[in-house]
Nanobody, 125 residues
Framework: QVQLVESGGGLVQAGGSLRLSCAASGRAFSTYTMGWFRQGPGTERDFVAAISWTGGSTYYADSVKGRFTISRDNAKNTVYLQMNSLKPEDTAVYYC??????????????????WGQGTQVTVSS
C-alpha cells in the first residue's frame, strides 16, 4: 500500500507560480515512477508530468513544457511540481500518482495504481 498526500495548491494570478508537494508513505518510494495529473470541471484526468524512480528521466505534457518542473527527493519521500507562468487554463484539481507496477504508458492515468486526494489550483486572469 502507498499513501499519497498533496499540498501547496491555492489561488494565484495569471503569470504567478505555485509549488505542489506530494508526500508518500508505505512502500519504498525510491523504487517507483511518480506522476502528476490534473482534472478540470467536466473534463477527464489529464497527464501533466512524470518522473522516473531515480529522477533521471522526466516527461511533460506539451501544454506545460517549459513552465512546469517535476522533481523528487527520495530521502524525503516527496515529489514536487514547480509551476511557473501559470495561466487560467491551468486551473484544475492536481493529483499525484504512484506507478508501482509498470503496466501501460506513463502518460495514462490507468498506468498508476495509487492516487492522492488532490489539491485545487485556481489561476485568475
Amino acid at each position: 500500500q502507498v499513501q499519497l498526500v498533496e499540498s501547496g495548491g491555492g489561488l494565484v494570478q495569471a503569470g504567478g507560480s505555485l509549488r505542489l508537494s506530494c508526500a508518500a508513505s508505505g512502500r519504498a518510494f525510491s523504487t517507483y515512477t511518480m506522476g502528476w495529473f490534473r482534472q478540470g470541471p467536466g473534463t477527464e484526468r489529464d497527464f501533466v508530468a512524470a518522473i522516473s524512480w531515480t529522477g533521471g528521466s522526466t516527461y511533460y505534457a506539451d501544454s506545460v513544457k517549459g513552465r512546469f518542473t517535476i522533481s523528487r527527493d527520495n530521502a524525503k519521500n516527496t515529489v514536487y511540481l514547480q509551476m511557473n507562468s501559470l495561466k487560467p487554463e491551468d486551473t484544475a484539481v492536481y493529483y499525484c500518482a504512484a506507478r508501482i507496477i509498470r503496466v501501460g504508458n506513463y502518460y495514462l492515468a490507468s498506468a498508476y495504481q495509487y492516487w492522492g486526494q488532490g489539491t485545487q489550483v485556481t489561476v485568475s486572469s
